[in-house]
């Protein structure tokens, strides 16, 4: 009868130790679902400042969570390289500037806004191919994460509708693309 009780109790704190590590100690990594649609336009408070929108659902692949203390969005066109690095997130009417974000494994679906900060007015939208990489910083790491890289092609005409401060929105298509067109009411 011991030779059969030995290895079972081996076997429950072999477990036992696995689920209190993957559930009180495993960190994880956060995460960010594919957005459906993405907004390039501009931000009128108090200055015409160029802004990404996009809504997602951030989630923690551990049961301990995430806690973010910065994202920002890295825009890539034609070899150039710009920051947008003023954060806010919310729905619309309670819209907060972004800092210390907690996100557990449920996740947390809500519009991100990234805006060039008023220091750096050196981008203009124009016609091409357009990659946003965005970026997270995570309390405890060093370095910042990249959730996601999304492509974007911007046309000549969604361009020329960006230069009159006008907006152009992006939905994802059941291929994995994004079409763009300009946002009605603007």
Sequence with gaps: MDFVALPISVLSLVVSIGTFWFVFLHRGRL????????????????WACPKIHLRTL????????QFIEAMYARVRRNNQQWMFEVWGYGE??????????????????????????????????????????????????????????????????????LMEHRGVDFELTIDGTYNGHPRIGD
Excluded: W
């Design 58 to 65: 951030l989630y923690s692949t551990s049961k301990r969570g």
């Design 92 to 161: 619309s009417g309670d819209f907060s500037r972004g800092s210390g974000l907690y996100i557990g494994p449920d996740g947390l679906t809500a519009n991100h806004h990234f805006l060039q900060s008023k220091l750096r007015e050196d981008f203009q939208f124009e016609a091409g191919k357009y990659e946003i990489d965005i970026m997270v910083s995570i309390v405890g790491r060093r370095r910042p994460t990249r959730l996601a890289t999304i492509t974007l092609p911007l046309s000549g005409s969604e361009a020329a509708t």
């Design 31 to 46: 995460a960010m679902t594919t957005p459906t649609h993405v907004y390039f336009g501009y931000d009128f408070v108090p």
